[in-house]
């Protein structure tokens, strides 16, 4: 699914993170919550996070609009 921004950067209604990090720790049909951290956990404009759990977590900072999700990981993601 190629990313195609609705309007320009100040028009894109912003989620606060800790009702979408809350959303975001609980069970999902959608992907696995103990493997994957998804905030907020439904594909929009934006994400604050995606990234995996565990001892070792890559974390990446993105500035790219992506269409990465949870096991279905971008161009960009997937070389990171």
């Not at 699914?1 to 320009?8: A, F, R, V």
């Amino acid at each position: 699914m190629p990313h195609i921004p609705q309007g320009t950067t100040d028009t894109v209604a912003l989620e606060l993170f800790d009702p979408a990090l809350d959303a975001a720790l609980r069970p999902s049909p959608d992907y696995d919550v103990s493997r994957w951290l998804y905030v907020p956990n439904t594909y929009s404009e934006y994400r604050y996070i995606l990234g995996t759990r565990g001892q070792k977590p890559l974390i990446c900072v993105g500035i790219n609009p992506s269409t990465a999700a949870p096991d279905a990981l971008d161009p960009t993601l997937q070389s990171a």
